[in-house]
Each structure stands twice: as structure tokens, then as C-alpha cells.
DNA sequence: GTCGGCCAGATTGTTGACAATCCAGCTCGA
DNA sequence: TCGAGCTGGATTGTCAACAATCTGGCCGAC
């Protein structure tokens, strides 16, 4: 029960459903997710845990701000991570492996071609969790996944933004070539150098 | 009462009170701790994400065992993660700051030399910490205290490794040396090489 | 003898009530 | 008008009792 209690809050704020910032009080979500105070606080305390709300003693929870300088430093954590991920996957990876990177990439060409950005950007998390899959580093794997829930109105924000597949696609494109060739250090400079201009974007939306 | 709880436990498993994979009752710890259950509960919960205890469903906490697999996971994203933090105090270190690196480094050769193994797994500490202090990333910084957490054990056994000071000062000379330098890149290769190394020390001492 | 099922004690999960705390709006005096 | 202090309602913090579950040992059938 206090499992499912966290599900559905996780993923209510996950979709936008709460603002960040907005209070998240107690009894409302009694109501809201049909359980218990001691269900409730405990989803509250995951959450806290995965960044995604913070709770201040007697002050009660509320949806975690992620101010741009730290979204920088996220982006930046995940950068180095991705980068490591990156170099395993390209020792590891199979010749089915391959082919499956393979697959995405040319179906990434054909959707920024046709102009379907919603289904790059699916294709772009398709891509980045295939080589996780195949670098099997879970402590690398968890961080991540963590840091990309910290994260993920700027994502939507980066991945909407004009031209960005024009800068992305030659990256995903490098970084797949550096895995199937059984290069660590190519994998791992293509991913940080992709995942840097990620920051380069976010830098950018911000001044708008 | 719930924060007071949770530094008693952790601090009583960091120092090895209790063992990897000891049960963690909850009636035990209301004694030990001199509290209720709901604070030990709370306080078990936050160790559990800290990585520190596990929690399973209706059979309770015990301590977690770390694997030599993990140790080394988890000491290839302190490679990563030191490495960023080492590039940006480099960036950002301050005549002062410089100053103070030198002393540690002093402090390091003396120490090693006059056989003082344990003043000199203290001043390792005292140097990654300044270095991150110097850095300013709370995010990796976080990250990294807790992974630290999570391999105490481990690495108190690697800073008894007999032969290794002789391997890791030069690297922190080295280390130094690129931040004085101001120079990220290097500080960062600086630093994943001496983590490196750390990765190779665990796999030995296991071999035993 | 041993294997499966069952029982009792131990342990954890959950609840509802109560205590402590915070906060917004009010009162009142200067 | 303005600010200090107060008060009542809303919200969170804590507890102790009860329910659910697990664990290890016992018993009987084979």
C-alpha cells in the first residue's frame, strides 16, 4: 500500500499534475490516493529521498524547486556518469546489441527527417537507457535514473527547443558509432560532449 | 528526536558496531537508542536510502553487505564524480586555497615518511575534502558523501594496504599540483588515475 | 528417519487519537 | 496608521495499542 501511495504521487508529480513549489499537505492526499496519513508520509519521505519534494519539520512538504544553477550541476553529475556508462556499454556490447543501437539510430534520422520531435525525444530515452542496459553498471544506472527525475521539466523544456535535433542527432549518431566499435574512450567523449551541449541548451532556454 | 536517532545509528555503523548483514531489530534499537519505534523506524528509512541498511518488507533492516562488484561500481562513479570536482576546483581555487594544498601535501610526505599510516589516511580525507569544499558542487558533492558511506569498510581496509602510500602520494602531488595549476583537465586525469588505482588496491586485498 | 504442515513467539505493519507547532488574521495600545 | 502580541484553526509530529506476517521448532504420517 505505501508502495502504491508513492507510485501514483511520484508519477502525479512526475506528469505536472503538482507545481514545483506547491505544498503537498498531508490529508489532501489522503483523499487523492485513497490511503492512510502513514502511507502518505511515507511515499513523502521516498520522494524526498529522490529529490522530487522536500519536507521541512513542522513545515510540511512541497514540490522540490530545481533552481537552473542546479539543474547545471545535475546535468553536469550526469554528464561524467553517462560518459562512464558510455565507455562500460562499448566494452560489453554485443553484436545483437549493436544492431538493436543501430536500429534506433536510423529510425532517429527518419523522425527528425519527418519532422516528429515528440518521437525523437522518445527514441532519444530509448537510446540512452539501451546503453545503459547494455553497460549493466547498476550504482551508475541508479544515480542516473535518480538525477533524470530531478529534472524532468527542463528535459521537456531542452528537447522542445528549435534546432536542437540538428544538434543532437550527429551526437547520438557519433556516440553509437564509438559503441559498435568497441571504443571506450570515443563512447565516453561523445556522450560527455553530447550531454554538454544538453547544458549549453538549458543555459540558453533559461535566458530566454 | 527522529535526526537525533538517525546520526546515533548511523555513526554507531560506520564505526563498525554493527556488522554487515546483522539484523536490526527495531525493539533493540528503541533500547539502545533510548527511543521509540517510530523514531528508529523513520531512522532506518533514511539509512536505507543513504544505501547504509536494507529494509525488507515484513523481515525487517539489516546492515548491508557490500559486495567487492559494488565496492568497485561504486568506486568507479567516485572516479568519475572526483574527477569533475577535481577539474572544477581547479577552475576555482583561490591563491589561499592554493596554500593550503601545499601544506597538505607537506603534511602528506611528512607523514608518510615518518611511517604514520593512520595521519596519513587522515590528511587523505582532508585533501578530498578541501578539494570538493574548493569545488563548490553541492550536487556531486552529496552524491559522493554518501557513496563514501556506503564503503567504509572497504576502504579502510585499502588505507591499510601495506605499499600504499607509496602509490597514492605522488598521485596526490600530482592532484595538487594541477589545481595550483589551475589546470582542469589535468587535475581531472589526475584524479581519475589515483581513484584508478583505489579500484585496483580493493580488487587486490579481496584476492587475499 | 524425514518430510510436510502447523502452532506459538517474535517482529514488523498500520491505525487512530492526541500533542506540538505553525500561520494568518485580529485586537489593542501608542 | 502601525506594530506587538494573541488567538483559533489548520497542519504536522509522536505515541501506544492492535493487526498482520514471519520464523523456527514440534508433531504426526509415511
Same mark, same amino acid.
Given at each position: 500500500?505505501?508502495?502504491?501511495?508513492?507510485?501514483?504521487? &511520484?508519477? =502525479?508529480?512526475?506528469?505536472?499534475?503538482?507545481?514545483?513549489? %506547491?505544498?503537498?499537505?498531508?490529508?489532501?492526499?489522503?483523499?487523492?490516493?485513497?490511503?492512510?496519513?502513514?502511507?502518505?508520509?511515507?511515499?513523502?519521505?521516498?520522494?524526498?529521498?529522490?529529490?522530487?519534494?522536500?519536507?521541512?519539520?513542522?513545515?510540511?512538504?512541497?514540490?522540490?524547486?530545481?533552481?537552473?544553477?542546479?539543474?547545471?550541476?545535475?546535468?553536469?553529475? &550526469?554528464?561524467?556518469?553517462?560518459?562512464?556508462?558510455?565507455?562500460?556499454?562499448?566494452?560489453?556490447?554485443?553484436?545483437?546489441?549493436?544492431? %538493436?543501437?543501430?536500429? !534506433?539510430?536510423?529510425?532517429? &534520422? &527518419? =523522425?527528425?527527417?519527418?519532422?516528429?520531435?515528440?518521437?525523437?525525444?522518445?527514441?532519444? %530515452?530509448?537510446?540512452?537507457?539501451? !546503453?545503459?542496459?547494455?553497460?549493466? /553498471?547498476?550504482?551508475?544506472?541508479? !544515480?542516473?535514473?535518480?538525477?533524470?527525475?530531478?529534472?524532468?521539466? /527542463?528535459?521537456?523544456?531542452?528537447?522542445?527547443?528549435?534546432?536542437?535535433? =540538428?544538434?543532437?542527432?550527429?551526437? /547520438?549518431e557519433r556516440i553509437i558509432a564509438a559503441i559498435q566499435a568497441h571504443d571506450p574512450? =570515443?563512447?565516453?567523449?561523445?556522450?560527455?560532449?553530447?550531454?554538454?551541449?544538453? !547544458?549549453?541548451?538549458?543555459?540558453?532556454?533559461?535566458?530566454?
Open positions: 500500500m505505501t508502495a502504491e501511495a508513492y507510485a501514483l504521487l &511520484r508519477s =502525479a508529480i512526475l506528469r505536472g499534475e503538482y507545481l514545483p513549489g %506547491e505544498r503537498l499537505v498531508e490529508a489532501q492526499l489522503c483523499e487523492r490516493l485513497g490511503t492512510s496519513r502513514f502511507n502518505v508520509r511515507a511515499a513523502l519521505q521516498d520522494l524526498a529521498a529522490d529529490g522530487l519534494v522536500k519536507v521541512e519539520r513542522n513545515k510540511g512538504a512541497h514540490v522540490r524547486k530545481v533552481p537552473l544553477d542546479e539543474a547545471v550541476e545535475i546535468t553536469e553529475v &550526469r554528464m561524467v556518469l553517462e560518459g562512464l556508462v558510455a565507455a562500460r556499454a562499448a566494452a560489453r556490447v554485443s553484436d545483437e546489441q549493436a544492431s %538493436e543501437l543501430d536500429e !534506433i539510430g536510423l529510425l532517429m &534520422r &527518419r =523522425a527528425v527527417g519527418a519532422g516528429e520531435f515528440r518521437r525523437y525525444s522518445d527514441l532519444n %530515452e530509448r537510446l540512452h537507457g539501451l !546503453i545503459r542496459h547494455i553497460a549493466g /553498471h547498476r550504482t551508475a544506472d541508479g !544515480i542516473i535514473e535518480t538525477l533524470r527525475g530531478q529534472l524532468v521539466r /527542463h528535459q521537456f523544456m531542452v528537447s522542445l527547443h528549435p534546432g536542437r535535433p =540538428a544538434v543532437s542527432l550527429p551526437q /547520438h574512450a =570515443a563512447a565516453e567523449v561523445a556522450m560527455r560532449e553530447h550531454i554538454a551541449s544538453v !547544458i549549453t541548451a538549458l543555459r540558453e532556454i533559461d535566458a530566454l
